[in-house]
């Protein structure tokens, strides 16, 4: 009996095939404009995220308790370097690396800014987060004094490749210390906060201007996706503050919620789009065979049989939408996940907010699941309504009503 | 056997009767019967039809078949009675469009859980009875008038139901095709013992039916 259902209800999904193949267009055109939204919106919380991790915080940071609260040297980690190597040797741990930041006054002969000078290993940065993919022009040289400069700050303090500048801070001993520098470097992280006001120097030069030792650090940056190591340092550093990189960078949770929130909203206006199709398709469908459910119940025909037939078609129209749907969606994401979606002629507003110009796509999985699912659902709710018709029919009115 | 006993019938408007659509009907039809329900338009055949074949409400009356009472039936029941002991040939065909020759003849009997084999060997048997069984794969829309009633038939007598309500079979049909028919119906009855009841003007169904049972205002004549 399912099989005459079934084979009924496929050839009545497509008996009016200009109606069906508008109802196809629409739910696949919907469908995969929506992933590629989707995509879009992961895919620039996901650049925007692992850059942020890559240039500053890695997936856990390790400061000394007071540090973040005042960053004064006093506050700096003391046994950094044999912290560092026990850390290496936790088995889930990918990358680990030691900075030293010192917040201070740069200045070139005419302009000066409040600047972050961080000292890094250009090498272990370069396996850390592959630090050279930030280099916007110049070139990665943090020898003889060279100095790597956020793009920001560059444009505040008008330097370029080749500019000199000066940074002054504090040193351990609560001197004024400073150090001339040349710009070898303008780099772009996306980081709002390293852009507008960092300068990176090699490390060994950071120790002496702030006359402390080597195993000294302002930060331990890990790189780890095991998701259980952040409770293990806690645990095993209580007199340290370990925090993951969403504690130290409530932005980005907050920019995650509301890509999440987009990306609801988005989903649900889509699957009302295609509720509303397939059950304007489904009503209109349904009248226009009024008697012929008529005469199938009149002959014996149980509601049940007709409610399975009328589910199967919405669910058909669903379904082989669905398949264009993620068809194209697949295409698009494809093609957005390799070439991106220029806006450069937005470049001011996005980079001001940390965002790239062109955006790449990511494609997940769970972008074809969550939307079958949803989709199958939309398609049987939207058979309700003309269910309701059909319950409603007396047959004997249909019959009369033809002759 | 179908017997009818007190039936009255009222088409409202609003809360206002209307019409006395059937007048204190009471009748026996015995199984096998070959008839007629004749008498002039809005007399009241389609709605005595209708009512045996429990497709519509009476208002008052019992109608039973074989000494049980199908009045009173939830629609449901009712549903089920149509399906398992009453055939239907409508004035317009009403075949299913998107099924072929083959499965519409095999309809009622495929919901009435027959197996695909019993299906097919009746199937064919009937479609030769009425001469369709060249046109077993073709679709309805791509049939005559006559064709497709003879399909409408087949329907209704393949699952050899106890009684076929036949409303106006020949109104569509030319004489030709018409004759042909109800010769074949006749058949039918003879061959299958089914009871046919026809509600019709047809003048050579008239002449056909061993029985012409007269309606004037909703009552018997």
């Known amino acids: 009996m399912f099989k005459l259902i079934l084979k009924m209800a496929w050839k009545n999904s497509f008996l009016r095939l200009s109606r069906t193949i508008l109802v196809l267009i629409m739910i696949a055109v919907s469908m995969s404009?929506?992933?590629?939204?989707?995509?879009?919106?992961?895919?620039?919380?996901?650049?925007?995220?692992?850059?942020?991790?890559?240039s500053e915080s890695g997936d856990i940071s390790i400061y000394a308790k007071d540090y973040r609260i005042n960053k004064e040297i006093k506050h700096f980690i003391k046994d950094a370097l044999p912290l560092k190597r026990e850390i290496e040797n936790i088995k889930s741990v990918q990358a680990v690396i030691l900075r030293v930041n010192a917040e201070g006054l740069a200045s070139t002969a005419r302009k000066s800014s409040f600047a972050s000078l961080n000292g890094i290993d250009v090498n272990a940065e370069e396996k850390f987060g592959k630090f050279s993919e930030f280099l916007h022009e110049g070139e990665i040289d943090v020898s003889k004094r060279g100095a790597l400069v956020g793009i920001e700050l560059a444009k505040t303090l008008k330097l370029h490749i080749g500019s000199k500048i000066i940074f002054s801070t504090q040193d351990t001993h609560g001197e004024i210390n400073s150090i001339a520098l040349k710009v070898k470097g303008i780099i772009q992280t996306t980081n709002i906060k390293l852009d507008t006001s960092a300068i990176f120097i090699d490390i060994k030069n950071m120790y002496k201007l702030l006359d402390i030792t080597n195993a000294t650090a302002s930060q331990i940056s890990i790189m780890s996706e095991d998701t259980q190591l952040l409770e293990l340092l806690k645990q095993k550093y209580p007199q340290l503050d370990v925090k993951s990189f969403l504690e130290l960078q409530p932005m980005m949770k907050m920019m995650q919620d509301m890509m999440f929130i987009f990306n609801s909203i988005t989903f649900f206006i889509v699957m009302l789009v295609v509720f509303v199709g397939i059950l304007g398709v489904m009503y209109v469908s349904i009248l226009d065979r009024v008697r012929e459910f008529g005469i199938m119940r009149g002959i014996g025909m149980a509601y049940k049989h007709i409610r399975i037939q009328i589910i199967l078609e919405s669910v058909i129209l669903a379904f082989t939408g669905y398949i264009f749907g993620a068809i194209f969606g697949i295409l698009f994401l494809l093609y957005l996940g390799e070439y991106g979606l220029d806006l450069s002629s937005f470049a001011d507003a996005l980079e001001s907010f940390g965002y790239e110009t062109v955006l790449y796509a990511s494609i997940k999985f769970s972008y074809f699941t969550n939307t079958f699912f949803a989709i199958m659902a939309a398609s049987v709710l939207s058979a309700w309504l003309p269910l309701r018709k059909i319950k409603k029919l007396n047959p004997i009115e249909v019959i009369k009503a033809q002759i | 056997m179908i017997q009818l006993h007190k039936v009255n019938k009222y088409f409202y408007k609003g809360e206002t009767r209307e019409i006395h659509a059937l007048r204190d009907i009471n009748l026996n039809i015995e199984?096998?019967?070959?008839?007629?329900?004749?008498?002039?338009?809005?007399?009241g055949k389609t709605t005595l039809l209708n009512a045996i074949g429990a497709l519509d409400n009476?208002?008052?009356?019992?109608?039973?078949?074989?000494?049980?009472?199908?009045?009173?039936?939830?629609?449901?029941?009712k549903t089920q009675l149509r399906l398992e002991e009453i055939g239907f040939v409508f004035q317009a065909y009403n075949l299913l469009p998107v099924l072929n020759v083959e499965e519409n003849i095999g309809f009622i009997m495929k919901l009435r859980g027959f197996s695909d084999k019993e299906i097919q060997e009746r199937v064919l048997e009937i479609a030769n009875i009425l001469e369709i069984d060249?046109?077993?794969?073709?679709?309805?829309?791509?049939?005559?008038?006559?064709?497709?009633?003879?399909?409408?038939?087949?329907?209704?007598?393949?699952s050899k139901p106890k009684i076929i309500l036949a409303d106006e079979p020949t109104a569509n049909l030319d004489s030709k095709n018409s004759h042909k028919l109800i010769t074949m119906m006749k058949e039918l009855n003879e061959k299958e013992k089914i009871s046919i009841l026809f509600a019709s003007h047809d003048e050579f169904i008239a002449k056909s039916v061993r029985r012409i049972i007269k309606l004037e205002d909703g009552a018997l004549v």
């Open chain 2, 31 to 43: 199984d096998g019967e070959f008839s007629l329900f004749s008498g002039p338009s809005g007399c």
């Open chain 2, 134 to 158: 060249n046109k077993l794969q073709s679709l309805p829309n791509t049939l005559s008038g006559g064709q497709q009633q003879r399909v409408a038939v087949a329907r209704a007598v393949a």
């Open chain 1, 33 to 54: 404009m929506m992933l590629a939204i989707e995509g879009l919106y992961d895919g620039m919380a996901e650049n925007m995220i692992n850059k942020n991790k890559r």
């Open chain 2, 58 to 77: 009476i208002d008052s009356g019992k109608i039973y078949l074989d000494n049980k009472e199908i009045t009173s039936l939830s629609e449901n029941e």
